[in-house]
């Protein structure tokens, strides 16, 4: 990707940034994705990979 080439390749450098804006809308998606999978299994209680540390029936906090 040719991000430095603005006088000579300007074409080059707007499809690199749609593409950069669609890499980066997919990003937000998944972390959005992630956060609402969190809350979810912070609702119903599930123990998750995410926040087993915070989570107080952990294998971790039985032996405490």
Do not use: Q
Request: charged share 20%; hydrophobic share 45%; no cysteine.
């Amino acid at each position: 990707m040719n991000f430095f080439l603005l006088d000579s390749f300007g074409s080059d450098v707007a499809e690199n940034s749609t593409i950069l804006l669609m890499l980066s809308f997919r990003y937000s998606m998944i972390l959005n994705v992630k956060s609402l999978i969190e809350k979810f299994l912070k609702a119903t209680k599930v123990p998750s990979y995410f926040n087993i540390h915070n989570y107080p029936y952990s294998v971790e906090n039985k032996f405490r």
